[in-house]
C-alpha cells in the first residue's frame, strides 16, 4: 500500500486498510485466483469493518464451492471495458464497422438499464423486464434485427466480465430475441428500374434549390452504382474512396474491383460495367480530379470520398434518402406490387433477385454481398417462381427442345443441299430458320430464358461462332433491358 496508509491482517487472506485522507475502512480480500479484491467497508469503526470484511471473505468461499463467481461488478463497468475494448480496436483501423452499433446499443439501452445490476446478477427475468422497457422506450416491439443487434452488444458485455472472472458460464444468461420478424424491402422491376434511371438524367432540373440539385446529380449516379453493385446503401457506399476501387484481371479480361467496409467487414466486390460510367461522372463532380479519368483516379489511390457534389462537399445520407423519395413519389413507385415500401436499400434487393435469376449461385452471391446463404435463401428463394417463370411453367425445356430439334433439321437439310448440287437453288420449302435464329426468336418472345438462349446458341461450345447480325440482336436485347451484361460478353465472346 502507499506511504500514510495504516494497514491491519486480520488473517492472510484478509486485510483492513485506511488512507491518510480518509476516515472509513477499506477492505481488501485475497480470491482463490491470487487477486486481491478490494472494497470499501462503509464505515470508521474497526470492528465492524472487520464484520464486513469476513462476511465478504466467508460468502466468496461459498460461491467458490458452488462454482460462482468470488466477485462480481456492477454492469455499468464492465461495459465500459467492453466498449473501450471495441472502440480500440476501431481507432487502431482494425475491428469492425459494427462495434459501433453496438457501443451505441450499451450507452442507449444496456447500460440506461442494468447499469447499477451486479452483472453476475442478470438472469433470465432480468432480460425479460429489459425487453418491456425497450419496448415502452421505443414505442413499438423491436425488430428481430435490432434486438440481435443488442443481444450481440450484450455478448460482448458478458465475455467481459466472464474474462475477467466475474460470472462463470454456469451463470451466465442466454439473450432472449422475441422481436417482430424482419421482412426484406421492396424491390423494383428491369422495366421501373429504366424508368428511373432515365427519369434521375433530368431530376436535378426540377428544382431551383442549388444544393438540393447539386445532391440529385449524385442521386443518380449513386443510384446506379447500388443497383450494379449490390452494395450496402449508407455505411458501405458513402464511405467509399477512390482509393477503394481497383481493376482486377483475371489473365483474360479486366474487371472494376471495390473494396468497401460494412457491417461484416472489409470484402471485395466485383461491379458490373454499368458501373463505370456513373463513376466517370462523379470524377466529372469533383473540381480536385479536373480532367483526369477513372484509369488515372484509380492508379493515383485518391483518398477523397466518391460520392461528393459539385460543391466539395460528401453527399449526406439523408438528403439522398428524401430526394429518392420524392422521385418515387413523383413518379408513383413508392410502393411495389407487393404493397411493399421501396427505399434506396431496395437497390440491394433488386440486385440480388437479377443475379439469382441469371443462375448466380447464394454461394458466390453472399461473397459479393457480405450476407450469409441462410439470408439470401431466407430472403430471396420466395422470389424464384416469379424470376424463373419460364422454367416453372415448363416453357423454357420446351423452347430448349424446340431450338435443339431446329438445329437438327437444319443439319440434315444443308447435308441434303451439298450432297445434291453445289450449285442447287434453294426454294421456299427448303428454307429454314438456324437454331441460333429461332432461340433469338424465343427469347424476344419471352418463350425462352438467358441460360436457355446461350445453351440453344452453343455459347462454349468448341468452334463457337455467331453471325454478325445475330450479334447485333444480342446488343439490341441488351439495350432493352432483356439480356444482362454477362449474357451479352458470352453471346459476343462466346
Same mark, same amino acid.
Given at each position: 500500500?502507499?506511504?500514510?496508509?495504516?494497514?491491519?491482517?486480520?488473517?492472510?487472506?484478509?486485510?483492513?486498510?485506511?488512507?491518510?485522507?480518509?476516515?472509513?475502512?477499506?477492505?481488501?480480500?485475497?480470491?482463490?485466483?491470487?487477486?486481491?479484491?478490494?472494497?470499501? @467497508? &462503509? /464505515? %470508521?469503526?474497526?470492528?465492524?469493518? =472487520?464484520?464486513?470484511?469476513? #462476511?465478504?471473505? *466467508?460468502t466468496a468461499e461459498d460461491r467458490?464451492?458452488?462454482?460462482?463467481?468470488?466477485?462480481?461488478?456492477?454492469?455499468?463497468?464492465?461495459?465500459?471495458?467492453?466498449?473501450?475494448?471495441?472502440?480500440?480496436?476501431?481507432?487502431?483501423?482494425?475491428?469492425?464497422?459494427?462495434?459501433?452499433?453496438?457501443?451505441?446499443?450499451?450507452?442507449?439501452?444496456?447500460?440506461?438499464?442494468?447499469?447499477?445490476?451486479?452483472?453476475?446478477?442478470?438472469?433470465?427475468?432480468?432480460?425479460?423486464?429489459?425487453?418491456?422497457?425497450?419496448?415502452?422506450?421505443?414505442?413499438?416491439?423491436?425488430?428481430?434485427?435490432?434486438?440481435?443487434?443488442?443481444?450481440?452488444?450484450?455478448?460482448?458485455?458478458?465475455?467481459?466480465?466472464?474474462?475477467?472472472?466475474?460470472?462463470?458460464?454456469?451463470?451466465?444468461?442466454?439473450?432472449?430475441?422475441?422481436? @417482430? &420478424? /424482419? %421482412?426484406?424491402?421492396?424491390?423494383? =422491376?428491369?422495366?421501373?428500374? #429504366?424508368?428511373? *434511371?432515365?427519369?434521375?438524367?433530368?431530376?436535378?432540373?426540377?428544382?431551383?434549390?442549388?444544393?438540393?440539385?447539386?445532391?440529385?446529380?449524385?442521386?443518380?449516379?449513386?443510384?446506379?452504382?447500388?443497383?450494379?453493385?449490390?452494395?450496402?446503401?449508407?455505411?458501405?457506399?458513402?464511405?467509399?474512396?477512390?482509393s477503394n476501387l481497383l481493376w482486377?484481371?483475371?489473365?483474360?479480361?479486366?474487371?472494376?474491383?471495390?473494396?468497401?467496409?460494412?457491417?461484416?467487414?472489409?470484402?471485395?466486390?466485383?461491379?458490373?460495367?454499368?458501373?463505370?460510367?456513373?463513376?466517370?461522372?462523379?470524377?466529372?463532380?469533383?473540381?480536385?480530379?479536373?480532367?483526369?479519368?477513372?484509369?488515372?483516379?484509380?492508379?493515383?489511390?485518391?483518398?477523397?470520398?466518391?460520392?461528393?457534389?459539385?460543391?466539395?462537399?460528401?453527399?449526406?445520407?439523408?438528403?439522398?434518402?428524401?430526394?429518392?423519395?420524392?422521385?418515387?413519389?413523383?413518379?408513383?413507385?413508392?410502393?411495389?406490387?407487393?404493397?411493399?415500401?421501396?427505399?434506396?436499400?431496395?437497390?440491394?434487393?433488386?440486385?440480388?433477385?437479377?443475379?439469382?435469376?441469371?443462375?448466380?449461385?447464394?454461394?458466390?452471391?453472399?461473397?459479393?454481398?457480405?450476407?450469409?446463404?441462410?439470408?439470401?435463401?431466407?430472403?430471396?428463394?420466395?422470389?424464384?417462381?416469379?424470376?424463373?417463370?419460364?422454367?416453372?411453367?415448363?416453357?423454357?425445356?420446351?423452347?430448349?427442345?424446340?431450338?435443339?430439334?431446329?438445329?437438327?433439321?437444319?443439319?440434315?437439310?444443308?447435308?441434303?443441299?451439298?450432297?445434291?448440287?453445289?450449285?442447287?437453288?434453294?426454294?421456299?420449302?427448303?428454307?429454314?430458320?438456324?437454331?441460333?435464329?429461332?432461340?433469338?426468336?424465343?427469347?424476344?418472345?419471352?418463350?425462352?430464358?438467358?441460360?436457355?438462349?446461350?445453351?440453344?446458341?452453343?455459347?462454349?461450345?468448341?468452334?463457337?461462332?455467331?453471325?454478325?447480325?445475330?450479334?447485333?440482336?444480342?446488343?439490341?436485347?441488351?439495350?432493352?433491358?432483356?439480356?444482362?451484361?454477362?449474357?451479352?460478353?458470352?453471346?459476343?465472346?462466346?
Amino acid at each position: 500500500m502507499s506511504q500514510g496508509t495504516k494497514t491491519i491482517r486480520i488473517n492472510e487472506r484478509v486485510r483492513l486498510d485506511k488512507r491518510e485522507r480518509s476516515s472509513k475502512w477499506q477492505a481488501r480480500v485475497k480470491l482463490a485466483d491470487g487477486t486481491w479484491h478490494r472494497f470499501s @467497508t &462503509k /464505515t %470508521e469503526d474497526q470492528d465492524k469493518a =472487520t464484520e464486513v470484511a469476513m #462476511k465478504f471473505f *466467508y460468502t466468496a468461499e461459498d460461491r467458490l464451492k458452488n462454482n460462482l463467481p468470488q466477485s462480481t461488478r456492477k454492469f455499468r463497468r464492465v461495459a465500459e471495458f467492453a466498449r473501450d475494448r471495441m472502440q480500440a480496436e476501431l481507432d487502431a483501423g482494425g475491428g469492425n464497422i459494427v462495434f459501433k452499433d453496438y457501443i451505441t446499443a450499451i450507452d442507449k439501452y444496456l447500460v440506461p438499464f442494468f447499469g447499477n445490476y451486479d452483472v453476475a446478477n442478470i438472469d433470465t427475468k432480468a432480460l425479460i423486464e429489459f425487453g418491456k422497457w425497450r419496448t415502452q422506450e421505443l414505442g413499438r416491439k423491436a425488430h428481430h434485427s435490432t434486438i440481435n443487434t443488442h443481444n450481440t452488444a450484450l455478448n460482448r458485455v458478458l465475455d467481459e466480465a466472464q474474462e475477467r472472472g466475474w460470472i462463470t458460464h454456469s451463470i451466465r444468461p442466454k439473450p432472449i430475441n422475441d422481436g @417482430t &420478424k /424482419t %421482412e426484406s424491402r421492396g424491390s423494383f =422491376t428491369p422495366e421501373e428500374y #429504366k424508368t428511373i *434511371y432515365t427519369g434521375l438524367r433530368s431530376w436535378h432540373k426540377a428544382t431551383s434549390n442549388e444544393k438540393t440539385a447539386a445532391t440529385r446529380e449524385v442521386l443518380r449516379n449513386y443510384v446506379l452504382i447500388l443497383a450494379n453493385t449490390g452494395m450496402r446503401h449508407g455505411t458501405e457506399a458513402l464511405n467509399l474512396k477512390w482509393s477503394n476501387l481497383l481493376w482486377v484481371n483475371d489473365g483474360k479480361d479486366i474487371y472494376l474491383g471495390i473494396y468497401v467496409d460494412g457491417k461484416t467487414g472489409k470484402r471485395p466486390l466485383i461491379a458490373r460495367d454499368r458501373a463505370i460510367r456513373p463513376l466517370e461522372r462523379q470524377i466529372e463532380l469533383n473540381p480536385q480530379l479536373t480532367g483526369m479519368n477513372l484509369g488515372e483516379v484509380i492508379d493515383a489511390k485518391i483518398d477523397d470520398y466518391v460520392f461528393k457534389t459539385r460543391d466539395g462537399e460528401r453527399a449526406a445520407r439523408a438528403n439522398l434518402s428524401r430526394n429518392f423519395e420524392s422521385f418515387l413519389e413523383a413518379n408513383k413507385l413508392t410502393h411495389g406490387a407487393d404493397g411493399k415500401k421501396r427505399t434506396l436499400y431496395s437497390w440491394r434487393h433488386f440486385y440480388a433477385t437479377l443475379d439469382l435469376q441469371r443462375g448466380v449461385s447464394t454461394h458466390a452471391l453472399s461473397r459479393q454481398m457480405g450476407s450469409g446463404t441462410g439470408v439470401i435463401d431466407r430472403f430471396y428463394s420466395k422470389l424464384s417462381p416469379f424470376m424463373n417463370a419460364a422454367q416453372h411453367s415448363g416453357r423454357a425445356d420446351q423452347a430448349l427442345r424446340d431450338a435443339v430439334k431446329a438445329d437438327a433439321k437444319a443439319s440434315d437439310e444443308n447435308t441434303v443441299v451439298e450432297n445434291t448440287s453445289a450449285n442447287a437453288v434453294e426454294t421456299p420449302e427448303t428454307t429454314t430458320l438456324s437454331a441460333a435464329e429461332k432461340a433469338f426468336d424465343l427469347f424476344d418472345a419471352g418463350k425462352l430464358s438467358e441460360p436457355a438462349l446461350l445453351v440453344a446458341l452453343g455459347v462454349g461450345r468448341d468452334g463457337y461462332e455467331l453471325e454478325e447480325a445475330l450479334r447485333v440482336r444480342a446488343l439490341s436485347a441488351f439495350e432493352e433491358e432483356r439480356l444482362s451484361e454477362d449474357g451479352l460478353i458470352k453471346v459476343l465472346d462466346g
